[in-house]
Nanobody
Framework: QVQLVESGGGLVQAGGSLRLSCAASGRTFNIMGWFRQAPGKEREFVATIRWSGGFAADSVKGRFTISRDNAKNTVYLQMNSLKPEDTAVYYC????????????????????WGQGTQVTVSS
């Protein structure tokens, strides 16, 4: 069975850094991504990656970097210069499609989701 397990969340002060990890099992994926959701808000796109390279939302560009280690079937999100508005539950997601080649910014494009990991940034 497919599983996505996030780790690395926690409490940090503004300006600090965290690295989130998402370990996938059961199969490999061409496209993976990160989303976040704060209480009372809709799920928001953060970053996505295909075979090489990736892109991030405007709100985190220059601060967050997505990467992956295919040998470990793991995707990472390096978060630097964290701000209080980054506080949310962060979810790892995977696109089950074997033919789609363009990563998506929409949550509906992703079929598998992790449980989420809490990131809290204090002022």
């Amino acid at each position: 069975q497919v599983q996505l397990v996030e780790s690395g969340g926690g409490l940090v002060q503004a300006g600090g850094s965290l690295r989130l990890s998402c370990a996938a099992s059961g199969r490999t994926f061409n496209i993976m991504g990160w989303f976040r959701q704060a209480p009372g808000k809709e799920r928001e796109f953060v970053a996505t990656i295909r075979w090489s390279g990736g892109f991030a939302a405007d709100s985190v560009k220059g601060r967050f970097t997505i990467s992956r280690d295919n040998a470990k079937n793991t995707v990472y999100l390096q978060m630097n210069s964290l701000k209080p508005e980054d506080t949310a539950v962060y979810y790892c997601a995977a696109d089950s499609s074997s033919v789609r080649t363009i990563p998506s910014r929409t949550a509906r494009a992703y079929d598998y989701w992790g449980q989420g990991t809490q990131v809290t940034v204090s002022s």
